[in-house]
């Protein structure tokens, strides 16, 4: 298939993934050689680039829509009723103005003034996939990871839905879909109460060496992917050369995606709309460097590997014996 503006054919980003490290970047559509296989993946946003057209969003939409929860009705009582709130998106998938366990991504738009002159901002906003993800260490059912490329997804056979991502997440960034997953065949009533949805970084496509649906629909080259330090120098580059600012470099100890402006981040975090599934932009320090927080990693850390294990066994046995694996 050919991107219809560009006219240029969709390629095997990561063919060259063993190649020499010292290829210039260049925006991914436009790249056969974007990552090296001993350093994370990392994707640079230019937000003086993005012209707000949701393509990005459609595409998402459209590529991960067989990943996105069929849920079964009438969900179970929870009990504490106080505790666990049901979360249900199904009957509104085509919100697309917020994160939801339907919309891994959306864009936030900002108006801004800045050295006399007014700025309009579009920002798609998903998991920053962060270096040293929360999640991936504090799930304690081991539901959350983190992969070798600096992918941080959830799996939805094991997650529980209790939403402790969530809660430890700088930016709120998962969102729970009640009525699928794990939690209605081991406690429908006590355990989680879903499943916990992100941006999993279209995993399976970069498997398949092939480019995130968002970056390979971009019209503008808003976004460019490739091994971690390369992403980080040319945007280094780009901030000295326009004089311009970068977030992600640092929040919480790195993350692998960056955005570019040309305009302050914290004017940027002041316009926006923020609110639950519409993450803010102010700066986060790293939390995983919090010592109560890695204590408690490593404590459940065990714990985790051994729950997630039953949890699977759980879900193999409930097919075996002819359950309903609708997750």
């Known amino acids: 298939m050919t991107n219809k503006k560009t006219g240029i054919s969709r390629r095997n980003f990561l063919k060259g993934l063993g190649a020499a490290s010292g290829a210039m970047l260049i925006p991914a559509a436009k790249t056969a050689q974007a990552g090296r296989a001993d350093e994370e993946l990392c994707t640079l946003l230019d937000l003086s680039k993005c012209i707000g057209c949701g393509e990005c969003v459609s595409a998402c939409r459209e590529v991960n829509e067989p990943k996105f929860p069929n849920p079964q009705k009438p969900y179970p009582e929870m009990y504490p009723t106080s505790r666990v709130k049901v979360e249900d998106w199904s009957d509104r998938t085509d919100v697309d103005d917020r994160l939801t366990p339907y ?3 959306y864009i936030q738009s900002a108006e801004v003034e ?4 007014t700025h309009e901002i579009h920002i798609p906003r998903r998991c920053l996939h962060c270096r040293n993800a929360p999640c991936a260490n504090l799930c304690p059912w081991g539901a959350a990871g983190k992969q070798k490329n600096g992918i941080v997804r ?3 056979d094991v997650c529980l839905g209790g939403a402790k991502c969530r809660a430890v997440c700088p930016w709120h960034i998962p969102q729970r879909q009640t009525g699928v997953g794990m939690y209605l065949r081991l406690l429908p009533k006590l355990a989680g109460n879903g499943v916990m949805y992100k941006c999993d970084r279209c995993y399976n496509r970069i498997d398949q ?7 390979e629909s971009c019209p503008e080259d808003v976004q460019t992917i490739g091994p971690r330090s390369e992403i980080l120098a040319k945007a280094h580059q780009l ?3 326009n004089d311009w600012f970068i977030y992600g470099a640092d929040e919480n100890g790195g993350t692998n995606t960056v955005y570019l402006s040309p305009v302050p981040f914290d004017l940027l975090n002041e316009a926006v709309d923020k609110g639950p599934g519409k993450p803010g932009l102010s700066p986060v320090a790293d939390s995983m460097a919090d010592e109560e927080k890695l204590a408690y990693a490593v404590g459940i850390a065990p714990f985790a590997g051994i729950a997630a294990g ?3 066994a759980g879900k193999f046995f409930a097919s ?3 359950g309903n694996n609708n997750d």
Do not use: D, Q
Not at 114 to 117: P, Q
Not at 209 to 215: Q, V
């Open 114 to 117: 800045f050295n006399g002159e």
């Open 103 to 105: 919309n891994w991504l």
């Open 209 to 215: 060496g092939k480019l995130p649906a968002c970056i």
């Open 239 to 241: 901030a000295k050369e």
């Open 154 to 156: 959830i799996n939805e």
């Open 310 to 312: 039953v949890i699977k």
């Open 320 to 322: 075996a014996a002819g």
